[in-house]
């Protein structure tokens, strides 16, 4: 019985760390996400800052942000 009761808390405890191990990288990969989201924001304030155009540069902004943000600009949008 208790070696039955053993295995059963070492297998919870292993699929606790496997959840676990699975969050962090999760949380890994959405950090990253929103540190290239940032820096495609970044770069579009500096395209404006440019004097470049706001459509040359959301058009710049949605390349730069394809398959990491969802919508239109990237995430995020402001009213003007």
């Known amino acids: 019985m ?3 009761l053993f295995a059963l808390v070492l297998l919870a ?3 606790t760390y496997s959840i676990a191990a699975e ?3 999760e949380a890994k990969e959405d950090i990253a996400k929103h ?3 940032a ?3 970044e770069a579009a304030a500096q395209c ?3 004097g470049k155009g706001e459509d040359v540069c959301n058009k710049e902004l949605q ?3 394809k398959g990491i943000a969802i919508g239109k600009f990237c995430g995020m ?3 003007h």
């Open 2 to 4: 208790k070696k039955t």
């Open 13 to 15: 405890q292993a699929a």
């Open 23 to 25: 969050s962090d990288k």
């Open 35 to 37: 540190r290239a989201m």
């Open 39 to 41: 820096a495609a924001h």
């Open 48 to 50: 404006r800052e440019a």
């Open 63 to 65: 390349a730069a942000c």
């Open 77 to 79: 949008k402001h009213g």
